[in-house]
């Protein structure tokens, strides 16, 4: 039978999509909008390299791209100007900061995920996301006035142990002064680790309790379902994960000035001061003098966002890459 609706928009004088328009207005609307939101992201983002790109022109008509990036001098009174020391100091830092975060962040997921009981879940992962809402000027006063003292306490056994190991001893020698390469990366590592910890977390619990349960049954150890079967299942957005926090490791600037000793120098070792991209510009932005000056301190810009673009393609390139793998496997 037909009931009294279905005979109303039956009827001829009432077409059928009459009540469908305004939703349908509403979608259209808000295609429009997501559609002008995505563009103008992207449009924002091209700006800004445009304009860093047409403000360092002089310095890379000076120097060209090579010159500059090989350089390890960095003289304002001659105008001679190079990259090198501080793109080490950067790439050397943050990759310090993914070595001790990493696992660090992982062992902290796989607590709140697979071992801590329900009523510590929660706390736990708060503490750790707390971390995220320090400044980071706060975490800079805090490494040069109390880590940094303590840890030039450390140095000298870490000088004598590990700086006598054949091979990478050579990384680990150098005077006591608690700033440097290493305390900046150990820094570093604090600041992204509730980034990384808290996807990976995440990722972890979106895991079906199923393959857990099963995994179990089968008689695994929590390291086992850890290694074996969460982390495999959720191995994209970890690795997600872990580019966010190495994006976020490029680019700090205040932590990393107060810790790095901010020199210009090229060591070896990870115990001497460096600098970073971000340090140089925060230290030197305000004294630039000449317009070759600025426009190199510019270009360092440019090339802290190439390398930050260069490492945001590598992680989709490798997320797209493990998708097709697993769709492969699927």
């Known amino acids: 039978m037909n009931g009294p609706e279905t005979l109303a928009g039956a009827m001829p004088g009432r077409p059928k999509s009459a009540g469908r328009a305004w939703p349908l207005a509403i ?13 103008l992201a992207a449009a924002a983002l091209f700006a800004t390299v445009l304009a860093i790109a047409y403000d360092s022109r002089l310095a890379i008509h000076t120097f060209g791209v090579w010159k500059f990036l090989k350089s390890s ?11 090198l020391p501080f793109i080490i100091g950067t790439l050397g830092s943050s990759a310090i900061a993914m070595i001790l975060a ?23 992962a708060g503490a750790v996301e707390l971390l995220a809402a320090i400044p980071s000027i706060v975490y800079g006063l805090w490494g040069l006035l109390v880590f940094a003292p303590a ?21 680990f020698q150098g005077p006591p002064m608690g ?10 590592a604090i600041m992204v680790l509730p980034y990384i910890s808290s996807i990976m977390r995440d990722a972890f619990m979106a895991v079906p309790s199923s393959l857990r349960e099963s995994a179990y049954a089968m008689g695994a150890t929590t390291w086992e379902v850890a290694w074996q079967i969460t982390l495999p299942y ?21 932590a990393v000035t107060f810790v790095i000793g901010n020199s210009d120098m090229i060591s070896a070792s990870l ?20 317009k070759l000056y600025l426009s190199s301190l510019i270009y360092l810009g440019l090339i802290l966002i190439a390398v930050t673009l260069v490492v945001q393609f590598l992680a989709l390139l490798l997320i797209r890459r493990l998708g097709r793998r697993e769709g492969v496997a699927a």
């Open 27 to 39: 979608e259209f609307l808000f295609r429009k909008a997501a559609a002008l939101a995505a563009f």
């Open 73 to 83: 001098e960095w003289n304002p009174v001659t105008d001679t100007f190079g990259a």
């Open 102 to 124: 990493v696992p660090i962040s992982f062992g902290i997921a796989v607590f709140i995920a697979e071992i801590a009981p329900r009523w510590l879940k929660k706390p736990i």
């Open 151 to 171: 840890f030039a306490n450390l140095e000298p056994w870490i000088s004598q142990y590990l700086g006598s190991i054949p091979g990478i001893g050579l990384l």
């Open 179 to 188: 700033i440097g390469m290493l305390t900046a990366g150990i820094v570093l």
């Open 234 to 254: 959720a191995r994209s957005a970890v690795i997600g994960g872990i580019f966010l926090g190495l994006g976020r490791a490029l680019g700090e600037t205040m």
């Open 271 to 290: 115990l001497m001061p460096s600098a970073t991209i971000t340090s140089v510009l925060a230290n030197e932005f305000t004294e630039a003098t000449t």
